[in-house]
């Protein structure tokens, strides 16, 4: 991305005065300007509000940059077909009538073509792609009838049947117990040696810390991007996070108060 800026008019979105331009638009996103290499595991984290799944979408292209350019391996979003994107699950209608193949089949629409059957070798694809994530047990079942765990696991195998060179997942871990979470993370692992490209939306500064290459915080602006020791400093965390950061007094940590998903949820942060 380079100098990408995300503006909505005031009043078309639920802003705080603060946010609101001398223009009277409000940017979701301001002046963002970053590279992701081939094969990175890059965590996106920020408070609610700050612009990660914006961003994610204008990845995807199904938002426009009200300024800058968005490029994917040297194309637009609309120029690269090899794309996965694995969306919140609220934002899923998962009462749709249709089965894991063939929520798996639609990411080999690209490759086939709009409007034309699949054939013997896509289905062997869509096949291979369950059995990668270890799912293909689900196959026929409808995608309203999986769990949590298991739905993430469908659309990262829709990713693989697409041919993914980027996958972004947009907080894939909320609501899934510690095994499942490790479960998706062997799954992204065994993505490196194809050298996929993967970003992740997340809360979990911790897990952001122990899983990933880098570390993107985000607040309508890069706050910061690089290894995780280098990002999660006091300094940056209190310019992302504002008076949700509490100092303990008499250490060296803090706590870090956040309200995502409907509750509060607290994390220890070093100062370190």
């Known amino acids: 991305m380079t100098d990408v800026s995300v503006a909505y008019a005031a009043g078309l979105q639920e802003i705080s005065v603060s946010a609101v331009t001398g223009n009277g638009r409000s940017h979701a996103l301001q002046n963002i300007n970053f590279t992701a290499q081939r094969g990175e595991r890059i965590a996106v984290v920020g408070p609610n509000g700050a612009g990660k799944s914006t961003l994610f979408k204008l990845i995807v292209g199904t938002v426009k940059p009200s300024e800058g350019q968005v490029q994917i391996f040297g194309h637009g979003p609309d120029g690269h077909i090899c794309i996965g994107y694995v969306p919140q699950r609220n934002e899923i209608d998962w009462s749709f009538p249709v089965t894991v193949e063939d929520v798996v089949m639609m990411g080999r629409v690209g490759q086939i073509g709009l409007f034309r059957w699949p054939r ?109 020791t280098a990002v999660l400093t006091a300094d940056n965390l209190l310019q992302a996070y504002g008076g949700h950061v509490h100092h303990l007094p008499g250490t060296e940590q803090g706590i870090l108060v956040d309200d995502c998903c409907g509750h509060d949820e607290l994390q220890v942060i070093s100062e370190k």
């Open 120 to 228: 013997r070798a896509d289905w062997e694809v869509v096949r291979h792609s369950l059995a990668r994530v270890e799912a293909s047990h689900l196959a026929k079942k409808q995608i309203g009838e999986l769990s949590g765990g298991q739905q993430q696991r469908v659309f990262i195998a829709r990713a693989l049947a697409q041919e993914a060179e980027l996958l972004l997942l947009d907080e894939p871990l909320n609501g899934l117990d510690l095994p499942t979470q490790q479960a998706i993370f062997d799954i992204l692992d065994s993505l490196r040696p194809d050298g996929v490209t993967v970003l992740v939306a997340t809360h979990d500064l911790q897990l952001a810390a122990d899983r990933f290459d880098k570390i993107m915080l985000l607040n309508r602006r890069i706050i910061a991007l690089a290894e995780p």
